[in-house]
T-cell receptor
Framework: DGGITQSPKYLFRKEGQNVTLSCEQN?????MYWYRQDPGQGLRLIYY???????QKGDIAEGYSVSREKKESFPLTVTSAQKNPTAFYLC?????????????FGDGTRLSIL | AQSVTQPDIHITVSEGASLELRCNYS??????LFWYVQSPGQGLQLLLK??????LVQGIKGFEAEFKRSQSSFNLRKPSVHWSDAAEYFC???????????FGKGTLLTVNP
C-alpha cells in the first residue's frame, strides 16, 4: 500500500543535541511538508518542498532544517537552536504543491526533551 | 491572508445523536476547503473536500459538509454519531495557485455511550 512512513514514533532530545526525523513516501508525490502540532494550536507549517532539491521556509522555520535529495524522502532536523522542540511532528505529501491537492499525512513523531 | 476559525474547542454528544462541527474561513476568492480527522497519536485523514460545484459534499464515514459562501462557513455534519467517531477534527482552507493550507485549531469530539 502506498503511504507516508515517519520514524521514529517517539524521540528524545538532550540539551544541545540535533535530532533528525525521517519521512519517506511511496506515493510518487512531488510536494512534501513538515508541520508542528502543539495542543490546542492546530498545525503550523515548518518547511515545504515542491520538488527534489528545492525547499522553502514555512511559518515557523527557525531552529529547523530540511533536505530533499530524493523524491521520496524529506528528513527534518531539529537543531539545538530550537529552544522549545517538544511537540508532535507531522509529515505530509501531495501530488503537487498546490492547495487544491489534498495532503496525505504520516502517523507522526512525538519529540520530547530529556 | 487566509484563516480558519473553529469556534468549538470541545463537543460532547451521545452515540446515535446528530453532529455539526462549525468552521468559518477567511479567503478573498473561491476557497478550497477540507475537513480532516485525527485519532490520538495518529496523523490526519481526509474526510472530504470542496473545490467548486455542488455546495453539499459527501465524504467518508458518513460525513457531509455544506459550503455557504454568504456565511463563509463549511460546517461538517453527521446524522448519527458512532463511538468510533471520537477524535479531533480539523478544517483547512487554501486557494488559487497558493501552495498553503491553513488549518483551524481543531474541535475535539467526545462520544458518550
Amino acid at each position: 500500500d502506498g503511504g507516508i512512513t515517519q520514524s521514529p514514533k517517539y524521540l528524545f532530545r538532550k540539551e544541545g543535541q540535533n535530532v533528525t526525523l525521517s519521512c519517506e513516501q511511496n506515493l510518487n508525490h512531488d510536494a512534501m511538508y513538515w508541520y508542528r502540532q502543539d495542543p490546542g494550536q492546530g498545525l503550523r507549517l515548518i518547511y515545504y518542498s515542491q520538488i527534489v532539491n528545492d525547499f522553502q521556509k514555512g511559518d515557523i522555520a527557525e531552529g529547523y532544517s530540511v533536505s530533499r535529495e530524493k523524491k521520496e524522502s524529506f528528513p527534518l532536523t531539529v537543531t539545538s537552536a530550537q529552544k522549545n522542540p517538544t511537540a508532535f511532528y507531522l509529515c505530509a505529501s501531495s501530488i503537487q504543491a498546490n492547495s487544491n491537492q489534498p495532503q496525505h499525512f504520516g502517523d507522526g513523531t512525538r519529540l520530547s526533551i530529556l | 491572508a487566509q484563516s480558519v476559525t473553529q469556534p468549538d474547542i470541545h463537543i460532547t454528544v451521545s452515540e446515535g445523536a446528530s453532529l455539526e462541527l462549525r468552521c468559518n474561513y477567511s479567503y478573498g476568492a473561491t476557497p478550497y476547503l477540507f475537513w480532516y480527522v485525527q485519532s490520538p497519536g495518529q496523523g490526519l485523514q481526509l474526510l472530504l473536500k470542496y473545490f467548486s460545484g455542488d455546495t453539499l459534499v459527501q465524504g467518508i464515514k458518513g460525513f457531509e459538509a455544506e459550503f455557504k459562501r454568504s456565511q463563509s462557513s463549511f460546517n461538517l455534519r453527521k446524522p448519527s454519531v458512532h463511538w468510533s467517531d471520537a477524535a479531533e477534527y480539523f478544517c483547512a482552507v487554501g486557494g488559487g495557485s497558493n501552495y498553503k493550507l491553513t488549518f483551524g485549531k481543531g474541535t475535539l469530539l467526545t462520544v458518550n455511550p
